[in-house]
């Protein structure tokens, strides 16, 4: 018989206002200086401007970093990894579609690994763990919340790098539905047919 290894986060909160137990979460994680690693289109949402509230009251030092793209390059990473470091940061929140949830991930990974990122293209080659990361989407189709994968484009050989490793893992998913509500029609069918691929695929 063949062992199967099915990896998750160590928590998954669901419901509307979950996403209000951020603060609480890090707590926990023992975070002191959270990174927001936010899609720039919630950069100035009220509710981003709530969590941060909520940091502040949990003494959570926290700033955002916000430099992201749809298919997210290895740049990107960069940048948010030298933002990380020149803060001291020792957490990450991620708010955002799949683009900044791999962010996040692989921003965590280069914080503690170095770089570059091309050294860990494909399955298993990371060596050392990230800081805990807490994953917040806000689509409901990539599911990179409660995966071990990121993909990214190396901007040097123009290839998008696919990099699994449970290290990649969310400590924590915070799946609010309500976060969700301001998508668009037409994202919102994209984002459930993206959904209803990765079932198949499973």
Same mark, same amino acid.
């Given at each position: 018989?063949?062992?199967?290894?099915?990896?998750?986060? $160590?928590?998954?909160?669901?419901?509307?206002?979950?996403?209000?137990?951020?603060?609480?979460?890090?707590?926990?994680?023992?975070?002191?200086?959270?990174?927001?690693?936010?899609?720039?289109?919630? =950069?100035?949402?009220?509710?981003?401007?709530?969590?941060?509230?909520?940091?502040?009251?949990? =003494?959570?030092?926290?700033?955002?970093?916000?430099?992201? $793209?749809?298919? @997210?390059?290895? $740049?990107?990473?960069?940048?948010?990894?030298?933002?990380?470091?020149?803060?001291?940061?020792?957490?990450?929140?991620?708010?955002?579609?799949?683009?900044?949830?791999?962010?996040?991930?692989?921003?965590?990974?280069?914080?503690?690994?170095?770089? @570059?990122?091309?050294?860990? $293209?494909?399955?298993? =080659?990371?060596?050392?763990?990230? @800081?805990?990361?807490?994953?917040?989407?806000?689509?409901?189709?990539?599911?990179?919340?409660?995966? !071990?994968?990121?993909?990214?484009?190396?901007?040097?050989?123009?290839?998008?790098?696919?990099?699994?490793?449970? !290290?990649?893992?969310?400590?924590?998913?915070?799946?609010?539905?309500?976060?969700?509500?301001?998508?668009?029609? @037409?994202?919102?069918?994209?984002?459930?047919?993206?959904?209803?691929?990765?079932?198949?695929?499973?």
């Amino acid at each position: 018989m063949t062992a199967a290894r099915f990896d998750s986060p $160590q928590a998954i909160l669901t419901g509307g206002g979950s996403r209000r137990e951020a603060a609480g979460l890090l707590s926990a994680l023992d975070a002191h200086h959270t990174l927001l690693v936010v899609d720039p289109y919630f =950069r100035t949402a009220d509710f981003l401007m709530e969590i941060r509230a909520s940091l502040d009251r949990n =003494r959570i030092a926290n700033d955002v970093f916000s430099d992201l $793209q749809p298919d @997210p390059t290895d $740049q990107n990473v960069r940048s948010g990894t030298e933002r990380f470091r020149a803060l001291g940061a020792d957490s990450i929140l991620a708010i955002g579609g799949g683009s900044a949830l791999d962010v996040a991930k692989m921003i965590g990974v280069a914080s503690t690994n170095g770089e @570059p990122l091309s050294r860990f $293209q494909g399955y298993y =080659r990371i060596a050392n763990p990230g @800081p805990p990361v807490v994953a917040m989407p806000t689509t409901a189709g990539t599911g990179s919340e409660a995966t !071990k994968v990121a993909v990214i484009t190396d901007t040097e050989r123009n290839v998008k790098m696919m990099i699994l490793d449970a !290290k990649l893992m969310p400590a924590v998913a915070i799946v609010d539905y309500e976060l969700t509500m301001s998508m668009s029609k @037409p994202l919102t069918a994209h984002v459930g047919v993206d959904a209803l691929t990765h079932g198949i695929e499973a």
